[in-house]
C-alpha cells in the first residue's frame, strides 16, 4: 500500500518551455503533498506544501509564480515550471501523506528535469 | 524546524548489524522522528518512524534515546541493496501539515 506515481519520470526540453509534473496516490487520500528538489550530491530542498483545496505553501526563497502547484482533488497534485531555463534542470520529488500529520511521507520516484 | 545532524557516512560488511545514529537535541514534544533512505536517481523510501518507544518493523529498527535527543536505527544484517543515502528527519504533527527538513543524511556503503 501507500503508493506514490510520478509521471513523467525523466523530461528534457528547450529553454522558455512550461513543463508538468503530474503526482498521484494511488491507493490512499492524500490531504497534504509535498514537493522537493534535489541537485545532485545534495539532500532534498522542500519548495512547497500543497493540501487539497488550497492554495500551497511556498518556503522561502522559491518563486510561487515560477513554480505553479495545484491540488485538484485528493489523490492528484501537479507542479508547473513555468518558461523553464536551464538553473531550473533538477530532480523534483513529490510525496504525500494522510491527514494525520505523524504518519510517513510516501515519495514518488522523482522527475529528472534537463532544459537545454 | 528543529534540525537533525547525521555522520556523512557509514560503511558496514555485509550480513553484519549497522548501526545509523542521529541526533537531535532540539526536537520538540511533537515531532515524530522518521528515517527514510534514498538510492540513487529514485525518490526517497520510507524505513521507520517512532515518537519515544522504540520500533521494530520488516526493514528496520529504531532505539530512541531516553531524553528524545537521538536515535539510532538498526539494520540487523545489511545486504548490498542496503547502500544507500539514509535521512534522520523530525516531522512534527502538530503544525504546517507536517513538513519535514532534510538534512545532509547518511551514505552507507555496503562490502562484500
Known amino acids: 500500500g501507500a503508493v506514490v506515481s510520478q509521471h513523467p519520470s525523466r523530461v528534457i526540453c528547450k529553454s522558455g518551455t512550461s513543463v508538468k509534473i503530474e503526482c498521484r496516490s494511488l491507493?490512499?487520500?492524500?490531504?497534504?503533498m509535498f514537493w522537493y528538489r534535489q541537485f545532485p550530491k545534495q539532500s532534498l530542498m522542500l519548495m512547497a506544501t500543497?493540501?487539497?483545496?488550497?492554495?500551497?505553501?511556498?518556503e522561502q526563497g522559491v518563486e510561487k509564480d515560477k513554480f505553479l502547484i495545484n491540488h485538484a482533488s485528493l489523490t492528484l497534485s501537479t507542479l508547473t515550471v513555468t518558461s523553464a531555463h536551464p538553473e531550473d534542470s533538477s530532480f523534483y520529488i513529490c510525496?504525500?501523506?494522510?491527514?494525520?500529520?505523524?504518519?510517513?511521507?510516501?515519495f514518488g520516484d522523482g522527475t529528472r528535469l534537463s532544459i537545454l | 524546524d528543529a534540525k537533525t545532524t547525521q555522520p556523512n557516512s557509514m560503511e558496514s560488511n555485509e550480513e553484519e548489524p549497522v548501526h545509523l545514529p542521529c541526533n537531535h537535541s532540539?526536537?520538540?514534544?511533537?515531532?515524530?522522528i522518521h528515517w527514510y533512505r534514498q538510492l540513487p536517481s529514485q525518490g526517497p523510501e520510507y524505513v521507520i518512524h517512532?515518537?519515544?518507544s522504540n520500533v521494530n518493523n520488516r526493514m528496520a529498527s529504531l532505539a530512541i534515546a531516553e531524553d528524545r535527543k537521538s536515535s539510532t536505527l538498526i539494520l540487523h544484517r545489511a545486504t548490498l541493496r542496503d547502500a544507500a543515502v539514509y535521512y534522520c528527519i523530525l516531522r512534527d504533527y502538530n503544525t504546517n501539515a507536517g513538513k519535514s527538513t532534510f538534512g545532509d543524511g547518511t551514505t552507507l556503503t555496503v562490502k562484500p
Open positions: 510525496s504525500a501523506s494522510t491527514g494525520w500529520k505523524g504518519q510517513p511521507q510516501h
Open positions: 532540539t526536537i520538540s514534544g511533537t515531532d515524530y
Open positions: 491507493d490512499f487520500q492524500a490531504t497534504t
Open positions: 500543497s493540501n487539497e483545496g488550497s492554495k500551497a505553501t511556498y
Open positions: 517512532g515518537l519515544t
